[in-house]
C-alpha cells in the first residue's frame, strides 16, 4: 500500500510541475499549437470561424506567443513601417494584455513577420485563411494569471485570432506564432439618442431655411 501510495504521489507532483511550467512558460513558450492553447485550463470553450467581417472600433490585445522569429501587431503598415512602432511584438510582451483600439471602418490591423509582411486581418476570409485562424469563446475565461499585473479575463463572445508567419506554405501551420484577443467597443447610448435629435435639428434647420428665402 506504501508504494501505491508514493507511485501516485510521484505521478501528482509530476503533472503538478508540467502544468505550473506551461503556465509559467506564457505568453513566450509552451504552446503547441493555438487549438492547444484553447483546450488549456484558461479557456472553457470556444467556436471556430470560418469567416468574420470586422466593423466599426474594436479593442485588441495580444495574449501569447510561440514564435522565436519577431511578429508584430500594428494598425501601421507600409514603406518606412518600423517594427518598433508595432501595438504589439513578440520582441517584448510586457504590455501583452493591454487594450489597444482599431477603427475597421478606417483602419486595418496588420500581422507582420519577415517574409511576407503586411497581412490584413479584415476581412477573414478564405483568401487569408492560410496565415489566420479565427475563433469566437463561447463561454468566459478563467484569468489570463501568466500575464502577471496585465492579468484579464475575456469575455463570452471575445474574438480569438492566431497567426501562422509565413503562411501555410512556409510557415509551420501552428498559428500560434502571435495570438490575439478582439471584443467590439460598444457605442454609447447616448450616441443613438443624440444622432435621431441631430438629423431632427438639421431638418428643422434647413425647414426654417427654405421658409426665409
Known amino acids: 500500500m506504501k508504494?501505491?501510495?508514493?507511485?501516485?504521489?510521484?505521478?501528482?507532483l509530476?503533472?503538478?510541475?508540467?502544468?505550473?511550467?506551461?503556465?509559467?512558460?506564457?505568453?513566450?513558450a509552451g504552446i503547441d499549437n493555438i487549438t492547444t492553447y484553447l483546450d488549456s485550463a484558461y479557456f472553457n470553450g470556444y467556436v471556430e470561424?470560418?469567416?468574420?467581417?470586422?466593423?466599426?472600433?474594436?479593442?485588441?490585445?495580444?495574449?501569447?506567443?510561440?514564435?522565436?522569429?519577431q511578429n508584430t501587431v500594428s494598425i501601421n503598415s507600409g514603406p518606412g513601417w518600423n517594427p518598433a512602432d508595432a501595438s504589439f511584438t513578440t520582441a517584448n510582451d510586457s504590455n501583452f494584455g493591454q487594450w489597444s483600439?482599431?477603427?475597421?471602418?478606417t483602419e486595418q490591423l496588420y500581422f507582420e513577420d519577415d517574409n511576407p509582411t503586411d497581412i490584413g486581418l479584415d476581412p477573414f476570409t478564405i483568401a487569408n485563411s492560410s496565415f489566420f485562424r479565427?475563433?469566437?469563446?463561447?463561454?468566459?475565461?478563467?484569468?489570463?494569471?501568466?500575464?502577471?499585473?496585465?492579468?484579464?479575463?475575456?469575455?463570452?463572445?471575445?474574438?480569438?485570432?492566431?497567426?501562422?508567419?509565413?503562411?501555410?506554405?512556409?510557415?509551420d501551420g501552428d498559428f500560434d506564432d502571435i495570438i490575439v484577443a478582439l471584443?467590439?467597443?460598444?457605442?454609447?447610448?447616448?450616441?443613438?439618442?443624440?444622432?435621431?435629435?441631430?438629423?431632427?435639428?438639421?431638418?428643422?434647420?434647413?425647414?426654417?431655411?427654405?421658409?426665409?428665402?
Open 3 to 12: 508504494k501505491v501510495t508514493t507511485v501516485m504521489s510521484l505521478a501528482f
Open 14 to 28: 509530476a503533472l503538478t510541475q508540467v502544468n505550473s511550467a506551461s503556465a509559467s512558460s506564457l505568453p513566450g
Open 49 to 69: 470561424l470560418n469567416n468574420f467581417d470586422f466593423s466599426n472600433v474594436w479593442k485588441y490585445t495580444a495574449i501569447a506567443y510561440e514564435s522565436g522569429n
Open 101 to 105: 483600439n482599431v477603427n475597421f471602418s
Open 134 to 171: 479565427v475563433f469566437q469563446l463561447t463561454s468566459d475565461s478563467n484569468s489570463l494569471s501568466y500575464l502577471g499585473g496585465n492579468a484579464l479575463t475575456l469575455a463570452l463572445g471575445t474574438i480569438i485570432v492566431g497567426f501562422n508567419d509565413n503562411g501555410l506554405g512556409l510557415g
Open 183 to 213: 471584443q467590439p467597443v460598444p457605442i454609447p447610448a447616448a450616441a443613438f439618442l443624440f444622432a435621431p435629435a441631430l438629423i431632427g435639428f438639421m431638418g428643422l434647420r434647413r425647414r426654417a431655411k427654405n421658409t426665409v428665402a
